[in-house]
């Protein structure tokens, strides 16, 4: 069996606008733990479990935009939790459940002209799931950002038709 890990979203010791607390090794080992950290949502970490991400089932994204966070579930379990940044003021994040529609490992906005790895298109409108820069506020145009650490392999583990809900 393997053991669930946190995963620093930069190397140790790099600015980010966040303060990781703890040593990686001294942090909790369980998904219901590490959400009860006082810290928590503020943590720039990402928590995996690597067992659960490579089991077959339901998949699906929820994105809590009060917290900046999202969870990937297979079959309602946490497989992963990490932190997003999503829109702001008249760009904010839609509210809703939604569908994958597209999936682009190289996308680039010829809207803001600017790459959006790993784009996960979720409306027509342009708004997607997609690595980017990640701060402790939502700040983005609308799309949720994620960090790689955790959109590389969410996007590997979700297809077009994956359902992804976002809630305040």
Same mark, same amino acid.
């Given at each position: /069996?393997?053991?669930?890990?946190?995963? +620093?979203s930069? +190397?140790?010791?790099?600015?980010?606008g966040y303060?990781?607390?703890?040593?990686?090794?001294?942090? +909790?080992?369980?998904?219901?733990?590490?959400?009860?950290?006082?810290?928590? +949502?503020? &943590?720039h970490?990402?928590?995996m !479990?690597?067992?659960?991400?490579?089991? !077959?089932?339901?998949?699906?994204?929820?994105?809590?935009?009060?917290?900046q966070?999202?969870?990937?579930? =297979?079959?309602?379990? *946490?497989?992963?939790?990490?932190? *997003?940044?999503?829109?702001?003021?008249?760009?904010?994040?839609? &509210?809703? &459940?939604?569908?994958i529609?597209?999936?682009?490992?190289?996308h680039?906005?010829?809207?803001?002209?600017?790459?959006?790895?790993?784009? /996960?298109?979720?409306?027509?409108?342009?708004?997607? /799931?997609? *690595?980017?820069?990640?701060?402790? !506020?939502?700040?983005?145009?609308?799309?949720?950002?994620?960090?790689? =650490?955790?959109?590389e392999?969410?996007?590997?583990?979700? !297809?077009?038709?994956?359902? =992804?809900?976002?809630?305040?």
């Amino acid at each position: /069996m393997n053991e669930a890990a946190y995963i +620093p979203s930069v +190397p140790d010791g790099q600015f980010t606008g966040y303060k990781l607390q703890g040593v990686r090794a001294e942090l +909790p080992q369980e998904h219901g733990a590490f959400t009860q950290l006082s810290t928590y +949502p503020l &943590t720039h970490s990402v928590w995996m !479990s690597p067992e659960l991400m490579e089991r !077959s089932g339901r998949r699906q994204v929820r994105i809590e935009l009060g917290r900046q966070r999202g969870y990937y579930l =297979v079959d309602g379990e *946490v497989a992963m939790d990490f932190p *997003v940044c999503t829109g702001r003021g008249k760009k904010k994040t839609p &509210t809703g &459940t939604f569908s994958i529609k597209q999936k682009h490992i190289d996308h680039h906005s010829n809207l803001y002209d600017c790459p959006m790895p790993y784009f /996960m298109r979720l409306t027509w409108g342009g708004i997607g /799931m997609h *690595v980017g820069d990640v701060y402790r !506020s939502p700040a983005s145009h609308g799309c949720i950002r994620l960090p790689r =650490v955790a959109c590389e392999p969410l996007y590997r583990a979700l !297809s077009c038709g994956s359902k =992804v809900q976002i809630v305040d």
